[in-house]
């Protein structure tokens, strides 16, 4: 029977041992970065849990806070949609939603942040990583129903507005649209933005 390993034996600071010698190899430096929770980062959603906080989240802007019809959170375009979050420390903080309803076409929505989590860019971020999956799915355009409001934010990022303000869920909306250039054409979603 084998003696049981003392692992005081080995860690005291008298024990030393020759370079090269068994029990002093050279340990490989890990990149602590590489395994880390990313601070912030934007994807697709990874798990059910994830879904539930995004949808607790449009829960929370659009009927909560903005007075919309609890009976549109989820819709029917929920279960074909591609679903992505933004991260802060691990805890979902934001949502948004890309869908092809017809070929070539996507439409992006339901756009949302907790309102302790905004003004810090990251819905920039969001829209950056819905515009790329939309990229990697091939689409050639991506339009939404931006809130009136939010308007020059979508501006600044390349849409450009179609048709006249209407009313959706009782605040004034506006059609915009991006082209997308073909640089990711074909591809499949991506899984991450940072």
Excluded at 33 to 43: F, G, S, T, Y
Excluded at 65 to 78: C, K, L, M, S, V
Excluded at 106 to 122: H, I, Q, T
Aim: glycine share 8%.
């Amino acid at each position: 029977m084998a003696r049981p390993l003392r692992l005081n034996r080995w860690l005291t600071p008298t024990r030393k041992l020759a370079p090269g010698s068994p029990g002093n190899e050279a340990v490989p430096k890990i990149d602590a970065r590489k395994h880390a929770v990313p601070e912030i980062e934007a994807r697709l959603i990874q798990c059910a849990n994830e879904w539930e906080q995004a949808l607790e989240i449009r829960r929370a802007v659009f009927v909560t806070e903005q007075q919309g019809p609890a009976d549109e959170e989820p819709d029917e375009w929920d279960a074909s949609a591609l679903q992505l979050v933004v991260l802060y420390r691990g805890k979902v903080v934001g949502t948004a939603r890309l869908y092809q309803p017809v070929p070539g076409t996507g439409k992006a929505g339901r756009f949302a942040l907790l309102a302790e989590y905004r003004g810090r860019g990251w819905g920039t971020l969001l829209l950056r990583a819905v515009v790329e999956n939309a990229r990697a799915m091939g689409l050639t355009h991506l339009e939404l129903h931006a809130q009136s409001s939010a308007r020059q934010f979508y501006a600044r990022h390349g849409f450009t507005t179609v048709g006249d303000e209407f009313p959706e869920a009782g605040i004034p909306h506006i059609k915009m649209i991006l082209v997308l250039a073909p640089e990711n054409a074909g591809g499949t979603p991506l899984d991450a933005h940072k």
